[in-house]
């Protein structure tokens, strides 16, 4: 009766993940002992970084961005601001900021163009060896500067670090507590395992970090709708390693609100039909740039966010005709074994935070999880894709510009 959890589910979110946090668990000395070698190695050579932030309308955020950035334990990097049309008080306060030395470059374009093109913009005048994107609305722990580049120098094949983004504002209501868990568990817990695993695909741009030289050699930010993604994609298929660094961490808002939280969630799920299945469906060919741990990404990413939601679909679908007397039952033995099994995850995801006492508190919330996770994010993401793959919903989106979105458009079809 309930195959799908413990046969598709269970292995891939559950038992996987707690064998590779056993597993680092276990390792950390070893890890530890690596990672002071890196660290000894940054510190030595103490390379320029650039900070880049793009944005529209984030003057009320810049001020406490930049005085977070001054104290983080890792100093040596130029801060690049770039204003993407801004119609509020951006680029008063950014040229104040700049008057006063707390912004290196401030950048501004009269007509917005979208948060890769102003990403573009700031890397044309970047002088860093590294990149690091953030959002302008991110808080940063004072290390995680410091630790998103430790990768950089564990091993020279990586050109890509991910860091972990988790939720600032999560007791303000249930909807910020529920994305807090699952930010928690798809995040911190999902990417450590993925990256584990060498199929980690997806950097986000809320806090990301990138060899420059690298960047700009795979043709730097598609503009277009989405780039966290896209970009992750073009590093990989350009034969370099991307990888996740747990304890580099950053702090973001999260929707209050239930309709934008799903109008965020819609844009996000058409960008896996729009990157993994359209415009990079080459990585799941045989050719003559082919990698097995590429394929594995994509392949992994599409079955278990796309077409096991389809499964889903049939499988709630055929419950409900073949057990209709006893519905309820099912559907309540359902929730309780969920439960129980987002319990272990949350755990598990415990086990690997840096503020696991602040978080444990979250816990009271988990009996919402499981209709949150289970069945409000299955169906809006069943409805992004099936909207992306007949309609291209995502080039109509007015998160981006509509101009580049049909640029983009015309580009990748």
Same mark, same amino acid.
């Given at each position: 009766m309930y195959w799908f959890l413990f046969f598709v589910e269970v292995p891939r979110y559950y038992l996987l993940e707690l064998i590779i946090v056993l597993y680092m668990v276990l390792t950390y000395p070893i890890r530890k002992t690596k990672k002071d070698v890196a660290r000894m190695k940054l510190f030595i050579e103490r390379p320029l970084i650039t900070i880049l932030v793009p944005g529209k309308n984030e003057g009320k955020n810049i001020y406490k961005l930049v005085t977070s950035l001054r104290e983080q334990t890792y100093q040596n990097y130029e801060l690049i601001v770039v204003d993407d049309g801004s119609d509020d008080g951006t680029s008063y306060i950014c040229s104040d900021l700049e008057k006063a030395g707390l912004i290196d470059r401030f950048l501004r374009a009269e007509k917005r163009g979208g948060k890769a093109s102003a990403a573009n913009l700031g890397l044309y005048y970047a002088k860093g060896k590294y990149i690091v994107h953030l959002d302008a609305d991110s808080s940063l722990?004072?290390?995680?500067?410091?630790?998103?580049?430790?990768?950089?120098?564990?091993?020279?094949?990586?050109?890509?670090?991910?860091?972990?983004?988790?939720?600032?504002? &999560? $007791?303000? +209501?249930?909807?910020?507590?529920?994305?807090? /868990?699952? %930010?928690?568990?798809?995040?911190?817990?999902?990417?450590?395992?993925?990256?584990?695993?060498?199929?980690?695909?997806?950097?986000?741009?809320?806090?990301?970090?990138?060899?420059?030289?690298?960047?700009?050699?795979?043709?730097?930010?598609?503009?277009?709708?989405?780039?966290?993604?896209?970009?992750?994609?073009?590093?990989?298929?350009?034969?370099?390693?991307?990888?996740?660094?747990?304890?580099?961490?950053?702090?973001?808002?999260?929707?209050?609100?239930?309709?934008?939280?799903?109008?965020?969630?819609?844009?996000?799920?058409?960008?896996?039909?729009?990157?993994?299945?359209?415009?990079?469906?080459?990585?799941?060919?045989?050719?003559?740039?082919? &990698? $097995?741990? +590429?394929?594995?990404?994509?392949?992994?990413? /599409?079955? %278990?966010?796309?077409?096991?939601?389809?499964?889903?679909?049939?499988?709630?679908?055929?419950?409900?005709?073949?057990?209709t007397d006893r519905l309820w039952e099912v559907v309540v033995i359902s929730l309780l074994i969920r439960f129980f099994l987002s319990i272990i995850g949350f755990i598990v995801s415990l086990i690997i935070s840096e503020r696991s006492l602040e978080e444990a508190k979250l816990a009271i919330y988990l009996p919402f999880q499981t209709i949150y996770s289970g069945y409000f994010l299955r169906i809006v993401r069943l409805i992004g894709h099936t909207s992306e793959f007949f309609f291209f919903k995502s080039y109509h989106d007015s998160w981006n510009p509509r101009k580049t979105s049909i640029l983009a458009q015309l580009e990748h079809q």
């Open positions: 722990d004072r290390d995680a500067i410091e630790n998103i580049l430790l990768p950089f120098y564990l091993d020279p094949k990586v050109k890509g670090v991910g860091g972990t983004v988790k939720v600032r504002n &999560s $007791f303000v +209501n249930l909807c910020t507590a529920l994305q807090a /868990i699952e %930010y928690k568990n798809t995040i911190q817990v999902g990417r450590t395992v993925t990256s584990a695993l060498g199929i980690y695909h997806i950097i986000s741009g809320a806090f990301g970090a990138f060899e420059r030289q690298t960047l700009i050699n795979v043709g730097s930010w598609d503009i277009g709708p989405g780039l966290d993604g896209d970009v992750t994609q073009k590093l990989r298929k350009a034969g370099h390693r991307v990888v996740f660094a747990t304890d580099a961490v950053c702090l973001t808002s999260v929707p209050t609100s239930w309709y934008r939280l799903y109008k965020q969630r819609l844009r996000w799920s058409r960008s896996l039909v729009r990157f993994r299945i359209r415009k990079h469906y080459d990585i799941l060919l045989p050719n003559k740039n082919f &990698s $097995f741990f +590429n394929f594995f990404s994509n392949f992994e990413n /599409i079955m %278990y966010d796309c077409v096991f939601n389809y499964l889903w679909l049939f499988y709630v679908i055929s419950l409900a005709f073949s057990h």
